[in-house]
């Protein structure tokens, strides 16, 4: 058939021609983009998979970012920490010199205490000048905030990390389940005559501070038995009182401190074998115990609530904190999960009543909080706090049958570590900075534990996932180069090969003048 109106072959040759010429024009873009996926129709599936992909890599680079600034935060916060842990290692050291008065002088020791003084101001110095960035470390700035805390029943509490979870602020209940207690032996008061030692004796004290002996003589009131023990308190651990007050009833021999890591042990030296009249009884553990309470001595020791024993260990406090078990160490409470962490000690006479009201107070804010996850959720943050280190805050320490604090490192205008003293008050600043090093070496361990536990794993972690993820986005988003090469030149040959065609075909009308002759 001849027309010349309608060219079929040329229209079937155009539309073949137009489609190798798209072909050619997808693979010209892929070569010269690198990617196989420019636009929706080139892969509609895998283009929302890539973007998805490409937002999980922004989320995660950024945080590795955050790990690394987080790393270097908390390394110059334990720079700085650990200045002020030398400046307390110098003030020990002159404590010990001073402490050393047989050999110096009035006058070394004023120098010394020069020296302490200048150690101390240089302490919050550091504490108020380190920075990183503009942001305050170490003045208590990411420290939290705590309210409606009963210093009754708690002494002191430190909260290293605590989430919020979307709150405003977080209560913590704390309720006692099971007593402290102190290492307790009892003596009978109840000889005859009463309340008298019935022949001389040479009694051991044992504590966790060291051991003495005492003498006593025959006949004497238990009184100088007690008033024996409390002169050497100090250098055993050990305080002794009078049952009820009353010498007829009898002693009580107790560990100035509560919990397993003290103990009592009262014996007597060059003890007859038969006839002895030494005898000391304590609680066993499943027995309430006893307090002040008075002694049905008979009683408690045919019930077998009371045996002999010449030793008893403490016992630790045992609390649930917000239904979680905290771990107890004598007065003390533990708490280490990622929605609370605390220290806190309790006041003697909570930590001892197990059946007293739940103390409660309220963490309203503060701390820092760092993202280290690709998502914005409390799963892929870490709360972290860091108390402030200024010479007002350091050195608190307990002491005494009940809980008191001793000063910190400077209370008001004046410094507490005394190095001009008697060398009989030289313990007291011993045991503030002591419990200094302490807290400044406990806040250095926990931030080195934070950076290598949490950010250096979390950092590798984020850079494996990095590195997987871009990956997979590249398999989806980028360009073979070899196959798009070989599909470029198959469209190369076919848009040359249609555009030889439509022109056969449009030559192909012009045969229809040879019938016109």
């Known amino acids: 058939m001849a027309r010349i109106n309608t060219n079929v072959p ?20 892929r070569l010269s983009t690198g990617l196989r996926i420019n636009r929706g129709k080139d892969d509609p599936a895998g ?49 010990v010199q001073s402490a050393n008065t047989g050999a110096a002088s009035q006058a070394e020791r004023d120098a010394n205490q020069l020296q302490i003084d200048s150690a101390i101001d240089s302490i919050t110095r550091i504490s108020n000048t380190a920075t990183f960035g503009g942001l305050k470390l170490l003045n208590g700035t990411l420290d939290y905030n705590l309210s409606g805390v009963d210093p009754s029943a708690i002494t002191k509490v430190q909260v290293n990390n605590a989430s919020f979870l ?92 509560y919990g397993t890591n003290s103990f009592v042990s009262v014996k007597r030296l060059g003890a007859p074998a038969t006839g002895n009249s030494w005898q000391a009884y304590k609680f066993i553990d499943t027995a309430p115990y006893p307090g002040s309470a008075p002694f049905g001595w008979a009683a408690l020791i045919t019930a077998g609530t009371l045996v002999t024993a010449d030793r008893d260990i403490g016992r630790d406090v045992a609390a649930l904190v917000n239904g979680n078990l905290a771990t107890g160490n004598g007065l003390r409470l533990k708490v280490n999960s990622p929605a609370l962490g605390l220290d806190m000690v309790l006041s003697a006479a909570t930590a001892t009543n197990p059946g007293g009201a739940v103390s409660t107070f309220h963490i309203t804010g503060g701390g820092a909080l760092y993202q280290l996850g690709p998502d914005v959720t409390a799963l892929q943050q870490a709360n972290f706090g860091i108390q402030s280190v200024s010479a007002t805050k350091l050195g608190g320490t307990l002491t005494g049958s009940t809980v008191e604090f001793l000063n910190s490192l400077k209370t008001g205008a004046s410094n507490s570590i005394n190095a001009s003293v008697q060398r009989q008050n030289f313990k007291p600043s011993s045991d503030i900075l002591q419990t200094a090093i302490d807290e400044v070496t406990v806040l250095r361990g926990r931030l080195g534990a934070f950076e290598r536990n949490v950010l250096d794993t979390n950092t590798r972690s984020l850079q494996a996932q990095f590195e997987n993820l871009t990956a997979s986005n590249s398999v989806l988003r980028d360009a073979d180069f070899s196959a798009e090469t070989s599909q470029l030149t198959r469209a190369q040959i076919l848009a040359s090969a249609g555009t030889s065609v439509l022109t056969l075909a449009n030559q192909q009308s012009q045969q229809v003048l040879q019938l016109l002759g």
């Open 10 to 29: 040329s229209v079937i040759a155009q539309a073949n021609l137009a489609r190798n010429q798209s072909e050619l024009s997808v693979r010209l873009e």
């Open 47 to 95: 283009l929302i998979i890539s973007e998805r992909i490409r937002s999980d890599l922004q989320g995660v680079d950024q945080g590795i970012k955050n790990s690394t600034r987080a790393s270097s935060m908390i390394s110059t916060t334990e720079g700085a920490l650990a200045e002020v842990n030398d400046l307390l290692n110098s003030i020990r050291s002159l404590i």
């Open 166 to 257: 979307n709150a405003a602020s977080l209560q913590v209940d704390v309720d006692v389940v099971t007593s402290a207690q102190n290492g307790s032996l009892f003596y009978n008061g109840a000889t005859t005559p009463p309340g008298v030692t019935l022949s001389a004796l040479t009694l051991e004290i044992a504590g966790p501070d060291g051991v003495e002996t005492i003498s006593i003589q025959s006949g004497v009131s238990l009184n100088n038995i007690v008033q024996g023990v409390n002169n050497v308190t100090s250098l055993t651990g050990i305080q002794a009182e009078l049952i009820n007050g009353n010498v007829n009833s009898g002693i009580a021999f107790k560990s100035v401190a």
